[in-house]
């Protein structure tokens, strides 16, 4: 049981838009920032968003993402097959001084 | 360029224990914290330790699920963070990430440079 909340899984047609949300509590979204990552299993999960909503330099602006109070939110615009991967959250818990994952959504383009 | 190279992991029988590297360059490794992230088969992500750079007194974090179990170290001569993992069990079967993490203080980090893992299978 992930202390953040993620769909388990989501689909939409190449070019369609999609968004992925990610449900907290005071004790971690709440108070710190969050982080977006994609992984394909066996790779090397890659970082999509940091701060909420700023994107590492070579992460194209079709992804982006937003807070509001103790939920976050990933968008992603203009659907490519290559999108296809796990999403997951992130971000620290002051109450469990740890970091958290949500429990991942698993994209699938159509 | 970073980069961030897990080793250390391979068949391993049950009750014994492994000590997993995380070799990075590219950047200052002393000035970063470093994360070890696990995978268990069909399953999400799971955090598993930080360990803060010297700035920050080196302290360490652990998930509660892991705490007692594992420990992490680093050594910023050799660029290397180490995950020890204790008495392992079937269910520590995992591909095993480690991940720089930049941040500051108790609880700002996020991880942006991973490795490809380092694969653990525990048999019993």
């Known amino acids: 049981q992930s202390v953040l909340t993620q769909p388990p899984s989501i689909s939409a047609a190449p070019g369609q838009k999609v968004t992925i949300s990610c449900s907290g509590s005071?004790?971690?979204?709440?108070?710190?920032?969050v982080s977006w990552y994609q992984h394909l299993p066996g790779t090397a999960p890659k970082l999509l968003i940091y701060?909420?909503?700023d994107r590492p330099s070579g992460i194209p602006g079709r992804f982006s993402g937003s807070k509001s109070g103790t939920s976050a939110t990933l968008v992603i615009t203009g659907l490519q097959a290559g999108d296809e991967a796990d999403y997951y959250c992130?971000?620290?818990?002051?109450?469990?001084?740890?970091?958290?994952f949500g429990g991942g959504t698993m994209l699938t383009v159509l | 360029e970073v980069h961030v190279v897990e080793s250390g992991g391979g068949l391993v029988q049950s009750g014994r224990s492994l000590r997993l590297s995380c070799t990075a360059s590219g950047f200052p490794f002393g000035d970063f914290a470093v994360s070890w992230v696990r995978q268990a088969p069909g399953k999400g992500l799971e955090w598993l330790g930080l360990i803060r750079s010297s700035l920050w007194g080196g302290t360490i974090d652990y998930a509660a699920s892991v705490k007692g179990t594992i420990s992490i170290s680093r050594d910023d001569s050799k660029g290397t963070a180490y995950l020890q993992i204790f008495s392992l069990k079937a269910e520590d079967t995992a591909m095993y990430y480690c991940a720089r993490a930049p941040g500051w203080g108790a609880n700002y980090y996020y991880f942006d440079h991973w490795g490809q893992g380092t694969l653990v299978t525990v048999s019993s």
């Open positions: 992130g971000t620290w818990d002051s109450s469990l001084s740890a970091a958290v």
């Open positions: 701060d909420n909503s």
């Open positions: 005071n004790s971690n979204i709440g108070n710190n920032y």
